[in-house]
């Protein structure tokens, strides 16, 4: 009888096979798993097995993150770490093993601000990671990508119908008031709404919700509203960081690189000008933040 993998690699094949995860979230996570097993190895002086595991405290995960944080890791990184290691911890003892309870650093308040990339898809990972079966994983992920990566207002997206598959490089969407706009669309956007479709176990049909919930009827928005929720405690975010949150990002950061406000008012779907401009005042913010961060006579 062959030896069992190591419990990494384990879990990495379990994630892969069982999950349906994607290869980026199979890779990070195996490489969190390994971590947490060679820090233990040392700091416990002895073998990691799931019976060593099933007894770990919240005073060795303390531990774990203090030596991570002191690789650099950011409060957001951090937090995402612990949520893998739990999930982790989970895989290896079972699900009754009793995790100790820890609660994940927290990100500094301060003045409003746009949700970092980096923040955007910790919180979208979070969301698909936390969901109850694959297929509903896929479809969070495409939701939220929807948000980020198009802007698109969280009533936009669940009400798409399946009518806009196949997808283009641009996306036909009916916002306020029936306005009809087009936005572009990125093909990692475009790759997870293609990835729900293949595995939502309701099928898709023209004249039907695209995005569907869990037994069937329309996504409603208070769904994913929950989910994000819930994540951004996880990850230690502020409570600014909602759904909507992720669209003011999606015009922050595009103006912040050189669009300008007519083509950002076309892409939002915004009847005025007035209301694209509020994105100005954010820009210049967020710059003076890193103007006073950045510079020695600041």
Not at 110 to 115: D, L, Q, T
Not at 236 to 252: I, N, V
Not at 256 to 276: C, K, N, V
């Amino acid at each position: 009888m062959a030896d069992a993998p190591p419990l990494p690699l384990a879990y990495a094949q379990h994630l892969a096979r069982d999950r349906r995860r994607s290869a980026h979230t199979v890779r990070a996570y195996q490489a969190t798993a390994e971590r947490l097993v060679a820090f233990l190895r040392i700091h416990w002086g002895g073998a990691v097995t799931r019976e060593t595991l099933a007894r770990i405290t919240a005073s060795d995960l303390r531990a774990y993150l203090a030596a991570r944080r002191g690789d650099g890791l950011t409060n957001v990184s951090a937090a995402r770490e612990l949520s893998a290691v739990r999930g982790f911890l989970k895989f290896a003892g079972g699900s009754e093993v009793d995790l100790p309870r820890l609660r994940g650093p927290r990100v500094k308040k301060g003045v409003p601000r746009p949700v970092s990339p980096q923040e955007a898809v910790a919180l979208a990972e979070e969301v698909s990671e936390d969901a109850a079966e694959p297929w509903i994983a896929a479809r969070d992920w495409a939701v939220l990508l929807l948000l980020y990566g198009a802007g698109l207002r969280i009533g936009e997206a669940v009400g798409l119908t399946g009518a806009v598959l196949p997808l283009g490089e641009t996306l036909r969407v009916t916002g306020k008031r029936g306005k009809t706009r087009i936005v572009p669309l990125l093909p990692q956007v475009r790759e997870a709404v293609e990835a729900y479709a293949a595995q939502t176990p309701w099928g898709v049909s023209k004249d039907a919700p695209l995005f569907r919930g869990a037994k069937g009827g329309p996504l409603p928005p208070g769904a994913i509203r929950k989910a994000v929720r819930k994540a951004r405690v996880h990850l230690g975010l502020s409570e600014r960081t909602t759904p909507h949150a992720l669209r003011h990002s999606f015009a922050t950061h595009l103006l912040g690189r050189g669009a300008d406000l007519r083509a950002l008012q076309e892409l939002l779907g915004h009847a005025s000008l007035s209301s694209t401009q509020i994105y100005t005042q954010v820009d210049a913010a967020h710059l003076l933040d890193v103007y006073r961060n950045a510079h020695p006579r600041a």
